[in-house]
T-cell receptor
Framework: SQQGEEDPQALSIQEGENATMNCSYK?????LQWYRQNSGRGLVHLIL?????REKHSGRLRVTLDTSKKSSSLLITASRAADTASYFC?????????FGAGTRLTVKP | GAVVSQHPSWVICKSGTSVKIECRSL??????MFWYRQFPKQSLMLMAT?????????EQGVEKDKFLINHASLTLSTLTVTSAHPEDSSFYIC???????????????FGPGTRLTVL
């Protein structure tokens, strides 16, 4: 089964705008990770946030985690056409890693 | 990070045949390996978890007799899709985790995926 839901399911923005994607999960986690996947390709790891962290930055990425609401958000600032991809959150516990439904992001040049 | 490879990267087979997909951890010991399946425009669904030397644990709804998993060594796991049918066509992704005390302790790394097309 999947870990949870992501919203929006699809997001279309203009280059230069910010993109915000949200993820909710069902069970308790040790950490939550965000991945990017280009069509038909493998996963690219973006960022990991631990359960005791609330916010983390990496370049143009900003991730927040609210364990009380079992939710996370990924913000991509100053988006580029090359950011067009599907983005997935994945919650990890002691046993395994489960993915959210994903958001398909399209950045128009 | 560590490297996980999969072979083949893509395979086309006839309905009714069996297909084996290999997953290797190249620079760490994968005490636990995971197999995921991804249908077009959908997310990754966990199929099964295997610990080295033990039988795999399958997720609900995944047929263990159809998807045979072998994790006989710390660097290799195989997924065999038996008597494949067109509905088994999917992107299969493996993942590996070292649950001992190695350099990549408890981190999970993904293979590049194998695209299976059953005609």
């Amino acid at each position: 089964s999947q870990q949870g839901e992501e919203d929006p399911q699809a997001l279309s923005i203009q280059e230069g705008e910010n993109a915000t994607m949200n993820c909710s999960y069902k069970t308790s986690i040790n950490n939550l990770q965000w991945y990017r996947q280009n069509s038909g390709r493998g996963l690219v790891h973006l960022i990991l946030i631990r359960s005791n962290e609330r916010e983390k930055h990496s370049g143009r990425l900003r991730v927040t985690l609210d364990t009380s609401k079992k939710s996370s958000s990924l913000l991509i600032t100053a988006s580029r056409a090359a950011d067009t991809a599907s983005y997935f959150c994945a919650g990890t516990n002691n046993n395994d890693m489960r993915f959210g439904a994903g958001t398909r992001l399209t950045v128009k040049p | 990070g560590a490297v996980v490879s999969q072979h083949p990267s893509w395979v086309i087979c006839k309905s009714g045949t069996s297909v084996k997909i290999e997953c290797r951890s190249l620079d760490f010991q994968a005490t636990t390996m995971f197999w995921y399946r991804q249908f077009p425009k959908q997310s990754l669904m966990l199929m099964a978890t295997s610990n080295e030397g033990s039988k795999a644990t399958y997720e609900q709804g995944v047929e263990k007799d159809k998807f045979l998993i072998n994790h006989a060594s710390l660097t290799l796991s195989t997924l065999t899709v038996t008597s494949a049918h067109p509905e088994d066509s999917s992107f299969y992704i493996c993942s590996a985790r070292d649950r001992t005390s190695g350099r990549y302790y408890n981190e999970q790394f993904f293979g590049p995926g194998t695209r299976l097309t059953v005609l």
